[in-house]
């Protein structure tokens, strides 16, 4: 995943029901398919406030990297997949993650 500053990222103002899904079914398969459901250990609920996001829920910490809590999950204009979470001092990051990235995760090795 590459750390990138806000400024270089231009969000959608409104997500599609198709984005929404595709977002929930992207972060199933990012937190490795569990058997019960995105909705149970990551619950997510769609918000317009400032850019358009797929929200955690305040009261669950969804840990990545040991030291980072997940906030959102987003789409760019760029149709980018973009990560926000809250470092170990509380500061607001966002990650870009790539399809390469997602493969090389689950143990696929693309070849063009």
């Not at 400024?7 to 198709?18: T, Y």
């Not at 980018?80 to 966002?94: P, R, S, T």
């Not at 870009?96 to 995760?105: A, F, G, K, Q, R």
Request: hydrophobic share 40%; no cysteine.
């Amino acid at each position: 995943m590459n750390t990138v500053t806000v400024d270089k990222l231009a969000f959608k103002k409104k997500l599609s029901m198709i984005e929404q899904f595709t977002i929930k079914d992207f972060l199933f398969k990012w937190v490795g398919s569990p058997p019960e459901g995105i909705d149970d250990i990551l619950p997510l609920a769609y918000s317009e406030y400032v850019f358009a996001k797929m929200e955690a829920n305040q009261e669950y910490a969804f840990m990545i990297n040991e030291n980072e809590h997940f906030r959102y999950a987003t789409i760019t204009e760029n149709e980018q997949i973009v990560i926000g979470f809250l470092d170990y001092n509380n500061e607001l990051k966002h990650r870009v993650i790539t399809i390469d990235e997602v493969l090389n995760e689950k143990g696929y090795n693309r070849r063009y």
